[in-house]
């Protein structure tokens, strides 16, 4: 099982840049993780649904052919740590990649949403795309270590 994390563009603020790396780097002690940023779309003089759309054929390009795509998605299915850590341990069990997708700062575009097999919330509020990062990322080592029975979670 290979976990991928595909976002928009690269963290801008240094401090949230380094937990991110951190966090990043820990998930990658417990799964084969792979991150792909695709190009953030430059917003100027475009609408937010352009922009949306523009960034969903680059995440849509760049996902794994066998994977199974979760969108992280406001108005999507939320789950507490031990839930999801479970659902993760059930992907590797059937030898199943994933693929989460977190969209820019106008949110995923249709061709994702169309593509995912399930919508994941992080959280029941919008969260700017670069937390959201953070959030999975930290999720994915949370899930790690309660696999393992681990002290991080409790």
Same mark, same amino acid.
């Given at each position: 099982?290979?976990?991928?994390?595909?976002?928009?563009?690269?963290? $801008? #603020?240094?401090?949230?840049?380094?937990?991110?790396?951190? *966090?990043?780097? $820990?998930?990658? #002690?417990?799964?084969?993780?792979? =991150?792909?940023?695709?190009? +953030?779309?430059?917003?100027?003089?475009?609408?937010?649904?352009?922009?949306?759309?523009?960034?969903?054929?680059?995440?849509?390009?760049?996902?794994?052919?066998?994977?199974?795509? =979760?969108?992280?998605?406001?108005?999507?299915?939320?789950?507490?740590?031990?839930? &999801?850590?479970?659902?993760?341990?059930?992907?590797?069990?059937?030898? $199943?990649?994933?693929? &989460?997708?977190?969209?820019?700062?106008?949110?995923?575009?249709?061709?994702?949403?169309?593509?995912?097999?399930?919508?994941?919330?992080?959280?029941?509020?919008?969260?700017? #795309?670069?937390?959201?990062?953070? =959030?999975?990322?930290?999720?994915? *080592?949370?899930?790690?270590?309660?696999?393992?029975? +681990?002290? *991080? #979670?409790?």
């Amino acid at each position: 099982m290979r976990v991928a994390l595909l976002v928009i563009g690269r963290p $801008r #603020h240094a401090g949230l840049a380094d937990a991110i790396r951190d *966090y990043e780097g $820990r998930a990658a #002690h417990y799964w084969p993780l792979d =991150v792909i940023e695709v190009k +953030e779309e430059p917003g100027r003089n475009l609408s937010a649904d352009v922009v949306r759309e523009r960034e969903a054929e680059r995440l849509v390009a760049r996902l794994p052919a066998d994977a199974v795509v =979760v969108a992280c998605d406001p108005g999507g299915v939320t789950m507490d740590s031990a839930q &999801f850590a479970r659902w993760l341990q059930e992907q590797r069990e059937s030898a $199943r990649n994933v693929a &989460f997708v977190i969209g820019g700062a106008h949110g995923l575009g249709p061709a994702v949403r169309e593509r995912a097999n399930r919508r994941l919330s992080l959280a029941p509020w919008t969260l700017p #795309h670069e937390v959201a990062r953070m =959030v999975m990322a930290e999720q994915l *080592y949370r899930a790690g270590t309660i696999i393992r029975g +681990e002290p *991080y #979670h409790k």
